[in-house]
């Protein structure tokens, strides 16, 4: 049964730091990996998608990447700003296409 | 192009009493998945709907049911409502190219209170 675990669960940055959120899961068969944003009371923003088959995916200050082999993908943000303060969530897709989540990690960023 | 949209957006019910729960999916978007949040368990899979067929289902009690129309929308159906099924109910629309699921759109939720 996929588990995947993200960690830490709670992080707080000063403005301008790059830093990396953690994700891993225990079944490395899956379909695509995908990475989230939850704004307090919100829905969800995907912010990246890495297929099975993708070391990695740039979207602006983002930057994820996958590693099957050891279970892992992380989730870089360079150069963070106040208003990048979410709970970024992070989700396996098994192959019965059924997205499997992580617990997410808090990101508070300090003016 | 409009987002996934989810009617209504809060919902107050008794116990015992039944919802239905609407998506509407991005245009041209084949595939409409259900997803449950709650601060305990997080985030867990209902079901995914692909051209009116259900293809997958999570582990929900048989309460929680689903359909989807031929122009894609879906419903989703809470019967005998407990205090344990608030919680906020999240719709993800996908391209599904070729019968699979791609990148995956969440709508804002609707949140359901029991009471």
């Known amino acids: 049964k996929q588990e995947v675990t993200q960690i830490p669960a709670a992080l707080s940055v000063p403005e301008g730091e790059n830093l990396v959120l953690n994700c891993s899961f225990t079944d490395s068969a899956i379909y695509n990996l995908q990475w989230f944003r939850q704004d307090p009371g919100k829905g969800l923003t995907s912010l990246l998608l890495i297929q099975s088959s993708q070391r990695e995916q740039t979207s602006g200050r983002l930057n994820a990447s996958l590693d099957k082999s050891s279970g892992r993908s992380t989730l870089y943000i360079a150069a963070s700003q106040p208003g990048d303060s979410a709970t970024y969530l992070c989700?396996?897709?098994?192959?019965?296409?059924?997205?499997?989540w992580g617990a997410g990690t808090k990101l508070i960023i300090k003016p | 192009k409009a987002g996934v949209t989810q009617t209504p957006r809060y919902l107050i019910k008794t116990r015992g009493q039944q919802v239905t729960l609407s998506c509407s999916p991005i245009s041209g978007h084949r595939s409409v998945s259900w997803y449950q949040q709650t601060p305990g368990q997080g985030l867990q899979f209902l079901f995914e709907y692909f051209s009116e067929t259900q293809r997958n289902k999570g582990n929900f009690p048989g309460r929680f049911s689903g359909r989807q129309f031929s122009n894609s929308r879906s419903e989703m159906n809470v019967s005998t409502l407990e205090l344990g099924d608030s919680a906020l109910y999240l719709c993800?629309?996908?391209?599904?190219?070729?019968?699979?699921?791609?990148?995956?759109?969440f709508g804002p939720g609707t949140r359901l209170t029991v009471t």
């Open positions: 989700a396996a897709m098994d192959s019965n296409y059924q997205l499997i």
């Open positions: 993800a629309s996908s391209l599904a190219v070729g019968g699979a699921p791609y990148e995956q759109y």
